[in-house]
């Protein structure tokens, strides 16, 4: 499996952005999607996270209410929608691919074995 972020971008204060994480491959063995991102200079941090079937769905305290997670199967693409974006949003944005069903254990890193590339969201004040 193979997964590629992308929709990062500049954004003010307040604003909304989309990310979008396209699976390719053998989706097949993916059973969740998690989102995290890393600022610079601090440790990575789990954003989000769905389970590809049944939909659970969990988030960060720091996202909560402003971020939605979704998925499309018949796209095999995973969306983040983030909204009131704060500049402590700025970071680099990964998505992740696990092949178990995640629960609480969605929130760590070492819980997913296929990694995207990161696409940068900035939020300016």
């Known amino acids: 499996v193979q997964l590629q972020a992308s929709g990062g971008g500049l954004v003010q204060a307040g604003g909304s952005l989309r990310l979008s994480c396209l699976a390719s491959g053998r989706t097949s063995s993916m059973r969740a999607v998690g989102w995290f991102r890393q600022a610079p200079g601090k440790e990575r941090e789990f954003v989000a996270a769905?389970?590809?079937?049944?939909?659970?769905?969990y988030y960060a305290d720091s996202v909560e209410g402003r971020g939605t997670i979704s998925r499309d199967n018949a796209k095999n693409m995973v969306y983040l929608q983030m909204n009131s974006l704060k500049p402590e949003d700025t970071a680099v944005y990964y998505c992740?691919?696990?092949?178990?069903?995640?629960?609480?254990?969605?929130?760590?890193?070492?819980?997913?074995?296929?990694w995207g590339q990161g696409t940068q969201v900035t939020v300016s004040s």
């Open positions: 992740a691919g696990s092949r178990r069903y995640l629960g609480k254990d969605a929130t760590r890193g070492n819980e997913y074995d296929v």
């Open positions: 769905i389970n590809w079937s049944g939909g659970s769905i």
